[in-house]
């Protein structure tokens, strides 16, 4: 059987390779100076590169299920998505930080509808979504405003972040709150002035912007959903 793998590796060496030679050359010359910190889900329909239309350099990614930040404190224990931060923030001086969700999470979903038995790590880690979870039956509208809850969840999260915390005080730092639906092909942007998630195409801006109070909206956004959901 053929290893595909194995072609996939040849035919970038020698067809894909030759064209970016010299890019790759510069980055390592001059060292990565990438602007952007993506803190995406894992899940394979959710592609960095394309929808932010960066390339080699440009985007200093860290992927996990759900998207989610664990808390600054370490009491979560390992996090190699906490030193991520830590080390866009701290050493590499990003100026935007993005938190991207999207449509159809198999994460999000299964905070309502469980883990495996076995996969113990994977029930502790859906613990950092919870709170976003409604108290609701499931339907896709709820399966949705959970994913935008997540990612809010996870900016505030982030916010208690000293060197995050600082730095979007100061200006130097924005936060980027990003609903992917792929089905569409739009990211919807969390406005913190309208205390929702505003389509790309119709939004002035790609999230947060310059620091705001973003706890006074995110208290509104979720004020919003909880009355979209409350019992009549
Ligand atoms: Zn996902």
């Known amino acids: 059987m053929a290893d595909e793998l194995l072609q996939r590796l040849q035919r970038f ?13 510069d980055l390592v010359r ?3 100076h990438p ?20 390339g080699p350099g440009e ?6 299920v759900g998207a989610f930040v664990p808390p600054h404190d370490g009491s979560a224990g390992y996090h190699g998505t906490a030193a991520a931060i830590e080390f866009a923030v701290l050493n590499l001086n990003v100026a935007h930080i993005v938190v991207c ?12 509808d469980g883990a495996p038995a076995q996969a113990t790590n994977l029930a502790a880690w859906l613990e950092l ?9 499931v339907s896709p509208e709820a399966l949705r405003r959970t994913e935008q809850r997540a990612v809010v969840l996870q900016l505030e999260r982030l ?21 992917y639906v792929i089905e569409e092909g739009e ?5 913190v002035r309208r205390g929702g998630f505003i389509p790309a195409s119709q939004s002035e801006h790609s999230g947060t912007g310059p620091h705001l109070p973003i706890e006074d909206a995110m208290g509104a956004l979720f004020n919003e959903i909880d009355d979209a959901f409350a019992p009549r």
Do not use: K
Not at 101 to 112: D, F, Q, T
Not at 159 to 179: F, K, T
Not at 187 to 191: A, C
């Open 101 to 112: 969700g999207h449509s159809h999470c198999g994460g999000i979903r299964a905070l309502y």
């Open 187 to 191: 990211v919807h942007v969390f406005d």
């Open 59 to 64: 985007l200093f990614i860290v992927r996990n």
């Open 13 to 25: 060496r020698e067809q894909t390779f030759p064209g970016i030679r010299t890019r790759f050359q």
């Open 30 to 32: 001059e060292g990565q």
């Open 159 to 179: 916010m208690d972040y000293p060197m995050v915390r600082e730095r979007v005080e100061a200006n130097r730092l924005s936060l980027h709150g990003w609903h």
């Open 35 to 54: 602007t952007i910190l993506f803190i995406g889900c894992s899940d394979s329909r959710l592609v960095p590169y394309m929808l932010t239309g960066t």
């Open 129 to 137: 979504g919870r709170e976003a979870v409604l108290p609701v039956q």
